[in-house]
């Protein structure tokens, strides 16, 4: 199976996430930007009321919401977040995501299961 990215992961490239943000009443949309072995970044748009039901992923996970606000279920409890919030989450955290107050994105970046080694030079 062959995933198509917004990036390229060979070439520096730049995109406006803005305008690739796609919100549809027929579900949530998720465009993946970046894959690759060591990185991967979604991003996700919601409609109100939509909602990803309770889950975790073996990967390291940054959200950041861009526009909107939303209510994010981690550390046992509901909490809202608004545009510009940062979430960290690591692996294997229970969550779950709803678009409780309006239309809302959010960008997810998943980093690999083990921390890449930097080389001093």
């Not at 803005?18 to 549809?24: N, T």
């Not at 690999?112 to 001093?120: G, P």
Request: charged share 15%.
């Amino acid at each position: 199976m062959s995933h198509t990215t917004l990036l390229p992961t060979t070439d520096a490239a730049a995109i406006t996430l803005a305008g690739a943000a796609e919100i549809s009443a027929a579900g949530i949309v998720s465009r993946t930007l970046v894959q690759s072995a060591e990185l991967r970044v979604v991003l996700f748009s919601f409609d109100q009321g939509q909602e990803l039901t309770g889950h975790s992923s073996k990967r390291r996970a940054l959200v950041q919401v861009l526009s909107g606000a939303c209510d994010f279920f981690f550390n046992g409890q509901w909490t809202r977040l608004e545009a510009g919030a940062l979430l960290h989450m690591p692996p294997d955290h229970p969550h779950a995501v709803r678009a409780s107050h309006g239309p809302f994105t959010m960008l997810l970046t998943l980093g690999a299961e083990q921390a890449a080694k930097i080389s001093s030079s």
